[in-house]
């Protein structure tokens, strides 16, 4: 689909072998919890996934497209503390507040950064968020229970799924388009992604989104307002031919100096005669 897509070039997949098993149950071990089965099995198949792709722009290639889902190894845990932290640096976990609303029917109970909740990152996402893996019930043991989570830049929690299989499939159907997990957020992708998403529209992507609220980024201009000077003839008006007061200045200067010399020639003269 996107190599028949047009001004799409350079679709690279990167093709991983299957994770090793006992990979696998190190990390369960390091972590003190049990992966998914979809995410175990995914990993059995493909250590982690890779996928780009660019576009042209005056023959020239630009990255645009991402999908990238990290490796067992670099599924890391987000906030964990460590030893070469300071003893009173700040961390993730002072970001916490007791007030927090709860979760409810219509939205559920969000990550914690503390220990009340285990958080891996999935996908780095370019640097626009986090995709990741979260354990929310850590005490006193963990749930083997696991959802999909955003976290935006401003270190906010949006839910995506409650599976990977789901993730995985939302992930592929948006074509890596960037910025696309701010679609389930309640701010919505930015202006510049939106032209991205009507050019290369999502397999399942929703047309309301893109054309909600359209009007607060598009510049409205009336025609009529804009040129309306234009329909108006330009009366030129003739000022008349003036010398510059400096000029006029210099030259009244120069003429009281040529007859104040004149003039002393002159009694020079009659005094060498007389």
Same mark, same amino acid.
């Given at each position: 689909?996107?190599?028949?897509?047009?001004?799409?070039?350079?679709?690279?997949?990167?093709e991983?072998?299957?994770?090793?098993? *006992?990979?696998?149950i190190?990390?369960? !071990? +390091?972590?003190s919890?049990i992966l998914?089965?979809?995410?175990?099995?995914?990993?059995?198949?493909?250590?982690?996934?890779?996928?780009?792709?660019?576009?042209?722009?005056?023959?020239?290639?630009?990255?645009?497209g991402?999908?990238?889902? %990290?490796?067992?190894?670099?599924?890391?845990?987000?906030g964990?503390?460590?030893?070469?932290?300071?003893?009173?640096?700040?961390?993730?976990?002072?970001l916490?507040?007791?007030?927090d609303?709860?979760? %409810?029917d219509?939205?559920?109970?969000?990550?914690?950064?503390?220990?009340?909740s285990?958080?891996?990152e999935?996908?780095?996402?370019?640097? %626009?968020?986090?995709?990741?893996?979260?354990?929310? *019930?850590? +005490?006193?043991?963990?749930?083997?229970?696991?959802?999909?989570?955003?976290?935006?830049?401003?270190?906010?929690w *949006?839910?995506?799924?409650?599976?990977f299989?789901?993730?995985?499939?939302?992930?592929?159907?948006?074509?890596?388009?960037?910025?696309? !997990?701010?679609?389930?957020?309640?701010?919505g992708?930015?202006p !510049?992604a939106?032209q991205?998403?009507?050019?290369? /529209?999502?397999?399942?992507i %929703?047309t309301?989104?893109?054309?909600?609220?359209?009007?607060?980024?598009?510049? /409205?201009?009336?025609?009529?307002?804009v040129?309306?000077?234009?329909?108006?003839?330009?009366?030129? +008006?003739?000022?008349?031919?003036?010398?510059p007061?400096?000029?006029?200045?210099s030259?009244?200067?120069?003429?009281?100096?040529?007859?104040s010399?004149?003039?002393?020639?002159?009694s /020079? +003269?009659r005094?060498?005669q007389?």
């Open positions: 689909l996107l190599e028949t897509s047009p001004g799409v070039a350079e679709v690279t997949f990167v991983k072998e299957p994770a090793e098993r *006992h990979a696998i190190s990390w369960e !071990q +390091k972590n919890c998914p089965e979809d995410l175990k099995n995914f990993y059995l198949m493909t250590d982690g996934f890779q996928m780009t792709w660019s576009v042209k722009t005056d023959d020239t290639p630009m990255p645009l991402s999908m990238v889902i %990290n490796s067992v190894s670099k599924l890391c845990r987000l964990g503390s460590s030893m070469y932290t300071l003893p009173n640096a700040p961390c993730l976990a002072d916490e507040d007791d007030t609303e709860e979760g %409810n219509d939205k559920p109970e969000k990550p914690h950064f503390d220990s009340r285990l958080i891996f999935l996908d780095p996402c370019n640097g %626009n968020g986090k995709v990741c893996l979260v354990y929310k *019930h850590a +005490k006193p043991v963990v749930s083997p229970d696991t959802e999909i989570w955003f976290l935006d830049r401003a270190l906010y *949006h839910f995506l799924t409650k599976t299989t789901a993730y995985y499939r939302l992930l592929i159907t948006h074509l890596g388009l960037p910025q696309w !997990q701010y679609a389930f957020t309640s701010y992708v930015s !510049q939106k991205w998403f009507n050019m290369y /529209k999502p397999i399942t %929703n309301a989104l893109l054309s909600e609220e359209a009007d607060s980024f598009v510049n /409205k201009l009336d025609p009529n307002k040129f309306k000077s234009k329909n108006k003839t330009p009366v030129m +008006k003739k000022k008349p031919l003036s010398q007061a400096g000029t006029q200045k030259h009244t200067s120069v003429t009281s100096s040529k007859t010399s004149l003039a002393g020639n002159s /020079k +003269k005094d060498a007389i």
